[in-house]
Every structure is written in C-alpha cells, then in structure tokens.
C-alpha cells in the first residue's frame, strides 16, 4: 500500500511551500502572522540510523514513508496555530523541520523550513540529543501544549546494553548504529548492537528541556510497559503505545495528524482518540488493508496521574500470593514476549498476570483502581510476538476480560540462571521506580 501512494504523496510534496531549506543552521521563515505563544507543537523524533532507515534497493525506508505520511497529514490540518517539528537521524546529516500550515492571502498552504542541520552525525539515541530538540522547539517556539512522539525500535524497560550477542538484545527505546555501523543489521562498527536510550535518562532529558508534555506516544515495539510509564509520570499527562511487537509501517500519519493528534482539549477522551486512530488505521482501515495485512495491534492508554495509586494498590496486593522470593507459575499467562526464543524479560499483560497472581475479590478491587490509571485499550484476536529472519511469529488474545495491553516484569528465578548471566533482570528490576513504589521488596524479590 505504501508504495501504491508514493506517487501521490511525491506530488504533494512539489505543492509545498519550502520556507527555508538553503541548508543553513537557524534558518527562520518569513511568517507574518507568526503568534506569540502557538497552541500545540508536536515534535515527532525519529531515530532511524537503523534498519528502520536502512534503503534496501528497491524499497523505500520506514523513515521515509512515515515522513511523506506527515506532510500530508499536515496538508488536512486546517489550524495555523499548530507545528509539528521533524527531526530524522536516518544516516544522513540529522535534521530539524518545522512544519505548519499558513493561511496568508485567503489560502492555507502547507510551509516547511529547516530550522536546523547538524554539520556532523549524532546518535538520535544519546539523551542529550533529545534534550537538545526538545529545548530548541520550546525556546523558539513557545506553545501552549507539547507532545511527543519517539519513533524507532523499542523494547520496553529493561537498561540498555551494548554487549557482543549472538542474538538480538532487546532493551529500551531506539537504536542508534553510529557512523560506520550496519543500519540493515542494527549493529554497530565493532559488531554489537547499536546504542539505546534509558527510559530514566529519557524522562530526564524530557524535565531538563523545562517543557511538561501532554502525551508521549510510543510508534516503536512494545514500549507501553507499566515500568516505562511509572518512569515517565513527571514529564508527561498520557503514556501512548503498544505492549507488543508494531508493524514497521507504524502509525499512519495521514489520518492521525488530523483526526488526532492536535484534538484539544488535552484529556482522557482526546487521549483516548490517539489510540483508537491508531488502533483504526492498523487494523480496520479497508484502504490500508494491503499495507498493514494481518498483523493485528494492541495499544492502550495510561494518565499518569493514577500511576502513584496503582503503584499503592498494587503493592497492597502482589505480597499475598508471592514471598520469600518465590516464582510464580505464569504458565499461559497473556504475554508480550517469549525469553525462550530472545535474551527478553517475559513482558506479561498486567491484567491477566494480576488475574493469576490475586484472589478474585482482591483482583476486582486492584482493578477499580488499574482502570482509572490504563483508561483504554485495544486489541485484535491475534498480533505479532516477533518477526525475525523473515519469520513472523504470532500471539493470540487468550484473556479478554482480563487483558489491559500493558505489560509487567514478573520476577522469576530463570533470570538468576546461566543463560542471563550478562542479563541479570531481577536486579536491573531492583533499581526502576516501579519496583520501589509498588513495594515488591516486601516479595523477596
């Protein structure tokens, strides 16, 4: 499907309006009725010195399609007081559009400018690269509402490595294979994978930059982890994104942009209305059919306000059914990942790993609270696990009324064995917010 619309979407590109694109630092457009204070800025960061970017002969990168899909998103916005900010590390020079529509003379048109280009390579994964872009947009383009959109691989909680492995590590947000490095493989000069970003240095890169963002929506695998969004409460009002593995296509920003994304007011419904558009567009959109197929989705929402009591609730709960340090029989517990097939934490539904580990009157009494924390989800019947060497793997929806697609880490004494020696998983969980908020030392673990 994406290569049906490229056609179309090379030809709106002619038909907009380039405002500063000399290739200079700083460049600033000519816009009269530029306001004080904008509405919203969306910066939509993409780390794709990675397979993602990589230019397979042939094929257009993810990278590239998505920025395409963005353009025409903002051609159907019909505000002149919204941006959305581009940064691309792909391979070539990083660089920063701002983009945003511009109604002079009776006719709004689409405007882009380059606001900046780095001289040299930086890694999209480095925190202080975020911060960087988040600081620029927030000092010269003052605005009202932020948000955040972290478009790479992802992973979810677990601290990031950059350790030689005969298979695919999976840890945190991004991959960033530096100069030198094998973008189709994810590795870098020396042959490790490329380096990654802590979500706890991300959430300090985010408070650093002196901006509170309105959401933060993960377009990257398995990111929607209840340690990632406990880590991120203090920076952002939603956490957006999916427990599972994502279509490489990601999210289709042709009809998120403007049915979504700068829907106002920023609260639960609107929050919300990311998710379904998402959920919508990868699943039942009959125009996207060819180009999502069958792959499924599973997303959900968390207002990060409620993370402190589902934190409490569940530290009131988890205790009763684990102590003194022992493992929980999980088997066929929903779950998100397999650490049988990847050096991977088990990532479990938290609502169905809580449905196993409670009582049926506790569990109906953590949930009060865990729906007021996760507001939404949304799943298909089937999903991808993984898609490995050409081989996609898939998971099925076994626990519907228990199921809220948002993950948990579940302590196991597997992750104390030889096979995780490099990994040890129950300690790097020691050391996450999550762990001490929701008490789960009075475990053992």
Request: with cysteine.
């Amino acid at each position: 499907m994406k290569k049906n619309i490229l056609f179309s979407l090379f030809t709106l590109l002619f038909s907009i309006t380039l405002v500063s694109c000399s290739g200079s630092d700083n460049d600033t457009p000519d816009e009269p009725d530029k306001p004080q204070t904008y509405r919203r800025s969306v910066i939509i960061y993409i780390a794709a010195q990675n397979s993602l970017g990589y230019l397979e002969s042939g094929y257009t990168s993810a990278s590239r399609l998505d920025s395409l899909e963005i353009m025409e998103g903002m051609s159907k916005l019909n505000s002149t007081k919204d941006n959305v900010f581009l940064f691309i590390d792909d391979g070539q020079r990083p660089r920063l559009s701002r983009i945003y529509r511009y109604g002079g003379n009776g006719q709004m048109r689409t405007m882009v400018s380059l606001e900046k280009r780095w001289s040299l390579d930086v890694c999209s994964t480095d925190p202080a690269t975020l911060n960087e872009v988040l600081t620029y947009v927030s000092t010269k383009y003052p605005s009202e509402s932020y948000g955040l959109i972290l478009w790479s691989h992802g992973s979810g909680w677990e601290p990031s490595t950059n350790v030689q492995n005969t298979l695919p590590a999976t840890k945190s947000f991004g991959i960033d294979v530096g100069g030198g490095g094998n973008m189709e493989t994810d590795t870098d000069s020396k042959g490790r994978m490329g380096v990654q970003m802590d979500i706890s240095d991300m959430a300090r890169a985010i408070s650093l930059a002196g901006i509170h963002l309105d959401f933060i929506f993960f377009d990257a695998c398995v990111m929607q982890d209840i340690e990632v969004a406990y880590d991120l409460k203090d920076v952002t009002s939603y956490v957006i994104g999916s427990a599972t593995v994502t279509s490489a296509y990601g999210a289709y920003y042709t009809d998120l942009i403007p049915q979504a994304l700068f829907a106002y007011p920023m609260n639960d419904a609107n929050a919300k209305r990311m998710a379904s558009q998402y959920f919508f567009d990868c699943t039942q959109n009959v125009s996207l059919k060819d180009y999502y197929e069958d792959l499924g989705n599973v997303n959900s929402v968390i207002k990060t306000s409620e993370l402190e009591n589902l934190a409490a609730a569940t530290g009131q709960y988890i205790n009763k059914t684990i102590a003194n340090r022992q493992t929980a029989d999980m088997t066929d517990v929903q779950c998100y990942s397999d650490n049988e097939i990847f050096y991977s934490t088990a990532h479990y539904d938290m609502g169905c790993a809580m449905g196993r580990l409670l009582s049926e009157e506790d569990y109906q009494a953590w949930r009060t609270e865990a729906d007021k924390c996760i507001i939404s989800h949304n799943a298909t019947d089937k999903f991808i696990l993984y898609n490995y060497h050409g081989t996609t793997y898939y998971g099925t929806n076994k626990d519907p009324d228990h199921m809220m697609g948002v993950s948990m880490f579940i302590p196991n004494e597997v992750y104390d064995g030889e096979k995780f020696k490099k990994y040890p998983f129950n300690k790097q969980f020691q050391t996450t917010g999550w762990y001490k908020a929701a008490n789960w030392a009075a475990t053992g673990w």
